[in-house]
């Protein structure tokens, strides 16, 4: 059955959010200093700038293609049924990564307006959040081309699939717990006690796609001979 494209109205939350930190960085543009700051070290110190014309202009216009591009990608899709449902996990995911970057940009304009805006504690707890969501919503995720675990594996079965994504989901949700934490310890070389384990808890799911693919594999039953 041939569907139309949902597009931006599935987006619409996501999209609002975009245009209202757009407003507020018009607002904010008279009175930023020509150049702001743009980039955060691992020690909570700016360490780049750009004039603020990229701020308020240039980042917004960004957010913007990046909505239209995720409100285009589920008509590329050939498994698409599962972007045309108003509940799909993707709309979900999509609309809360835009009005995550929307809040960003808003910060971004309060702290270069010298809001009492600590960059280093808000940034790993607002990307925490995302990944609890993500995490909580990613058992839900049907086989797609775009979203998810997609390994090889995962793509070439659809129970390795579903096994898959419920233990990144898991992995997910300790990532959000973990970075929530992160946001909250003091040490400028904080990162490092955290990296080990991010890695470890993002490749995980990757490796287990392999190998509950090959307990399927050896666990299908053999074809008949051709010969006689």
């Not at 086989?143 to 675990?149: D, E, H, K, L, R």
Request: with cysteine.
């Amino acid at each position: 059955m041939n569907h139309t494209s949902p597009g931006p109205r599935r987006l619409s939350v996501g999209l609002t959010a975009i245009l209202i930190a757009l407003g507020v960085s018009l607002w904010a543009y008279p009175h930023l200093p020509d150049r702001v700051a743009t980039h955060w070290g691992l020690s909570g110190q700016a360490d780049g700038w750009s004039p603020k014309a990229v701020l308020v202009f240039v980042i917004p216009a960004i957010m913007l293609l990046l909505g239209v591009l995720l409100s285009l990608l589920p008509r590329l899709d050939p498994r698409g049924e599962e972007f045309h449902r108003p509940t799909s996990v993707y709309w979900i995911i999509m609309n809360s990564v835009l009005v995550f970057v929307a809040g960003l940009q808003v910060v971004l304009v309060g702290v270069n307006l010298g809001w009492p805006i600590k960059i280093p504690l808000l940034v790993p707890i607002g990307i925490g959040i995302l990944f609890l969501l993500i995490g909580n919503l990613m058992p839900r995720m049907r086989p797609n081309w775009f979203m998810g675990i997609r390994t090889p594996w995962t793509l070439s079965s659809d129970r390795v699939w579903r096994k898959t994504h419920r233990l990144g989901g898991y992995c997910f949700m300790m990532l959000g717990v973990l970075m929530v934490a992160f946001g909250f310890l003091s040490r400028p070389d904080r990162f490092l006690y955290v990296i080990g384990v991010v890695v470890v808890l993002a490749l995980l799911p990757v490796v287990y796609s392999y190998f509950a693919w090959r307990r399927e594999s050896e666990a299908a039953p053999t074809p008949p001979s051709d010969r006689t």
